[in-house]
């Protein structure tokens, strides 16, 4: 969250901003030159030596509030032509004789509105911006439509030039697709602003739909305003988002790149340079048959490495090793901070063919795992070393919410249910067991000598209320092969057991649930085995109310898991028991997935190797979809 202040008008009170210009930006918000700075500052100087040899000679304009105007016109970084869609100061402070200008919030008015003058110069502009992308019949009241076939889409919606709302102290508000671009009829997209005519009051009119899903709260007695953009995973010099799946284990991101990558900024790491040896590969290949990243010449063979599908049975191909720029969302305390910019970022270029059973739109995985090359290790060499390799994930339990995942020394802030302007700090909640580091590695394709890259726990044993659940402890070791052990997983969707600790809890769980609960069994539902009949049993705020499940762990500390993580609610009669008989030759006994770890705060500190978990957030009334950002 963005805090600054807010102003008002002389002749009303409305909720206004103090908006200084409006910039249509191709790349990062950093890239797009302020238009609007103090008097006697360099920066008018500055940016118009920088646009010399690009752009039309700047004009500097004093004013008599302070302010001088620079005009200068914003560059697409691709293409390297100017765009013009700024709208000076000027042209939006309030006039303090008779309130017109300015900038005002509104959920009354559907969609932004702009006095004429403005939104002929930002409509004409932003045609500009999509010059690639068919324009249809207008439909009203907008100004300009699209084929929205011709559109890509991602999580932050259509995949068209953000807009920034840029603020008297720098911040940016930044309007994405799913904010700006309005789905009119099945083939068509409008943009989102309306001309509000010649002689509007305001100059710009902020409507309900670019409020949609950003958080702003009003502190009416500092007379601020505070608001959330959307969050965006960039890369390159345009923001593009990709959908990737959490793996907590994978070795590195990778991302499928022969068919829509495109960047200015991409390279690939040639065999025996810096980043190969990160990645321990030391192997040589050309480029990837169809890869549209740009290759190196066949004299400078670019090392490989083996990105893995893990949701497809393991299915590893190699890929080129690539580097290219990654943006993040920073954080102080519960305030968001500026997009943090990683260059040269190592990750691995698949081909379309790793992208089996991935969820439509799913473009690759980011793994989190114990590597050099995955993203918790790769963030703090980005900080040489300030930013501790230390991460927390919190899984959601409902699939249409957002979890999170923080990354670094940080508080865990979170409202409850029942009041979502409180903040919760859960740093304090977290009880602590050893990571287990297994030294032969899990992945299908490895390097001789190398550990896994998973997380693994020291289980010592099983209860189901206060009954152990027997089963051959050895398991739980790891033997030469690496064989054995307990991981954790966001892969898994549901925890997978060797057949005879499978057979083992069910037979305690059965007679547990049957004797106390006055319930019985029901046919299976796959995946799994073990059903009942819900009748009588309640439902508390930690779920169905069953015997819960208990992971004793080598300390004697443990971790409950109760029917929001063990069982599965099929329908309105009949529940499932959340886990999966993985046969008798697995190579992992035991693998606790994805749904037994929803609305839990689990913290990874590589350094101390250890982890740190709440157990179930549910019984605080609080979800990972709770978080405050």
Partial sequence: MLTLPSIGSPSNFMNTMP??????????????????VGCLSPECSEARTYLSALCPPANTTFYKIGQCDCNVRPVNPVTRSCVSSQTTYKDLIISWTDGYGGVMLSTIVPYTTLRSDIYKVFVKDFAKATKGMPQVKKVKPFGLCLNSKEIGFSRVGFHVPQIDLEMENGKNWTIVGA??????????????????????????????????????????DQSRLGFSSSLLFIYSTEPHVKSLVVDLGGRYLWIECTKDYQSSTHKLGSCGSAPCSVANSDECTVCLSGSKPKCLDRTKRPCYIYPENTLSSGHAEFGNLSMDRISLQSRDSSTSGPLVTINSFIFACATHKLLLNLAKGVKGMLGLGRHPAGLPIQLSSAFGGSLRRKFAVCLPSESKTNGVIFFGDSNYLFYPDYNTSKAIDLSSMFTYIRLVVNPASTSKIFETGEASADYFVGLRSVMVNKKIVPFNSSLLTFNKWGFGGTKLSTVNPYSVLETSIYSSLVKVFDEEIIATRNVSKVAAVEPFTECYTIGQVGVTLTGLDVPYIRLVFEDNTYWELHGANSMVQISR????????????QVTIPIVVGAHQLQDNLLQFDLDASKLGFTSTLLSKEIKCSNFKF
């Fill in 573 to 584: 009669d009949v529940m499932c028991l959340g886990f999966l008989d993985g046969g008798d």
């Fill in 19 to 36: 908006l200084t210009s409006m910039l249509l930006c191709y790349g990062t918000s950093a890239q797009c030159p302020r238009p609007s």
């Fill in 179 to 220: 904010n700006s671009m309005k789905q009119a009829d099945n083939d068509v997209a409008c943009l989102a602003f309306v001309d509000g005519g010649k002689t509007a009051q305001q100059a710009v009119v902020i409507g309900s739909y670019q409020m949609e899903d950003n958080f702003l709260p009003f502190d009416l």
